[in-house]
């Protein structure tokens, strides 16, 4: 499966990242809006940025849109290339210190939002220190072995997203072990708690915040970017002292907003975030 991954990468990322510019370049928004991704994408970005027009919309949500396509050829591109060369891929990591301090050897928690291709973070986080992390199974049978094994190379973990999965990863902390974990996505029933998200309370995941609070361990937000004068770039940011709250999940959603807003066209806006709000209606969709 890794030579059919490869075959559909077989570009340079930056050349590739030219041709969907220029793909885009000519392709009209009428045609993108019979898309369900693109509408999703639109529908997200009019909730987190209500004063713009419906034009400025769907060029923010085609731009958006075309570096979604851009991360799904990054993810494709890790899963078929070794460790070196993502590490070589990587160009800068702001803030490498945060990850480095001699504190981390006590056990680190790492929560993360879809900014770009999250493997591509963490292949390059993997490369670096071993972890234990939650892993949602995909529907596909062949592609999901393929990706849990690929994600357990350099003696990471996996573990499914559920009690048992949290139980194994407050272990791991407790044995001064990293677990990193997306933390944007609309959790399973059970394992989140309604937070306030671009000003809608909508269902989130909990658990950073919580295994940070429960295990006292140090917890910094990652993700990737890309800039097209460097190249890929990890970032790491110290999140608020009160993440460590009963307020956390609050601190971690404001913390990812503000992040966000600094580039809003590489968030993946084409999930459904907003399909469990606290009021009516529960499902913008």
């Known amino acids: 499966m890794k030579i059919i991954f490869y075959i559909f990468t077989i570009f340079p990322l930056k050349l590739a990242f030219l041709i969907w510019d220029c793909v885009f370049k000519a392709l009209p928004i009428s045609i993108l809006r019979f898309l369900s991704p693109f509408k999703v994408t639109k529908k997200n970005l009019s909730i987190a940025f209500p004063d713009l027009a419906n034009h400025e919309l769907d060029l923010l949500a085609k731009e958006s849109y075309k570096e979604t396509l851009k991360s799904f050829y990054e993810t494709l591109y890790t899963w078929s290339r070794s460790n070196k060369k993502i590490i070589y891929q990587t160009k800068k990591i702001n803030n490498r210190f945060l990850f480095n301090s001699p504190e981390q050897k006590n056990g680190l928690i790492i929560f993360a939002l879809h900014n770009r291709s999250i493997d591509f973070m963490l292949r390059w986080i993997g490369s670096q220190r071993s972890h234990t992390s939650l892993y949602k199974k995909i529907k596909s049978k062949p592609i999901n072995k393929f990706v849990k094994k690929f994600r357990e190379e350099g003696n990471c973990q996996m573990v499914e997203t559920g009690i048992g999965g949290v139980k194994t990863i407050l272990k791991s902390l407790e044995n001064n072990q990293m677990t990193c974990m997306a933390?944007?996505?609309?959790?399973?029933?059970?394992?989140?708690?309604?937070?306030?998200?671009?000003?809608?309370?909508?269902?989130?995941?909990?658990?950073?915040?919580?295994?940070?609070?429960?295990s006292n361990k140090q917890i910094l937000m990652s993700y990737l970017s890309y800039d097209k004068n460097i190249g890929h770039i990890i970032n790491f940011k110290k999140p608020n002292k009160e993440i460590y709250s009963q307020n956390g999940v609050d601190v971690m959603n404001a913390e990812m907003e503000c992040e966000i807003k600094k580039s809003p066209t590489e968030y993946s806006w084409e999930y459904k975030k907003f399909r469990k709000l606290s009021q009516e209606p529960k499902d913008i969709y």
């Open 183 to 214: 933390s944007d996505q609309v959790p399973a029933d059970g394992l989140g708690t309604y937070s306030t998200f671009f000003g809608k309370e909508c269902y989130s995941f909990s658990l950073a915040p919580k295994l940070a609070r429960k």
